[in-house]
């Protein structure tokens, strides 16, 4: 397979997320992306949080929406990098001061109160169109197969 240096338009098989509303209603910018274990086949098991998300705000139900990933990708398309990262992750979205770039951070390995970054180089993108292509199938054959996996 050729190599390909950015992440595509969307990603055609997502599946869902759980987002924050202030996400979703563009009042704040992702922050948090922590993917669980998925709670049913339409689940991604990824749950975003906004930068002014609160513990008094996420109490109530109606903070957080089921919607499908892309939803959130169309609006911060950063987010496409964490889609095949497995279940456990946590990353911040950090801008850099000196030049307004963004980056996650992996908050797992927090260690002298330094995290590391995500690191997108070509063995990344090596990874992910592994992982997309391989997706590509389970979910095709989940979904729209006679053949289901076992």
């Known amino acids: 397979m050729p190599k390909r240096a950015a992440a595509p338009p969307g990603i055609p098989f997502a599946l869902a997320c759980v987002a924050s509303v202030k996400i979703l209603r563009r009042e704040s910018s992702v922050k948090w992306a922590m993917r669980e274990e998925s709670e049913n086949v339409n689940d991604s098991g990824w749950r975003l949080y906004s930068e002014d998300d609160t513990p008094e705000f996420l109490e109530s139900p109606s903070s957080m929406r089921i919607v499908n990933f892309n939803t959130v990708g169309e609006l911060f398309p950063i987010i496409y990098l964490l889609y095949f990262q497995p279940v456990g992750s946590e990353y911040m979205l950090v801008k850099d001061a000196k030049d307004d ?9 927090l260690e002298g109160g330094k995290l ?5 180089d070509d063995a990344f993108w090596g990874r992910y169109w592994e992982q997309w292509e391989a997706e590509s199938k389970r979910v095709h054959q989940l979904f729209y197969s006679d053949e289901r996996p076992q």
């Open 101 to 109: 770039s963004l980056h996650w951070y992996d908050y797992n390995t």
């Open 116 to 120: 590391s970054p995500l690191v997108v």
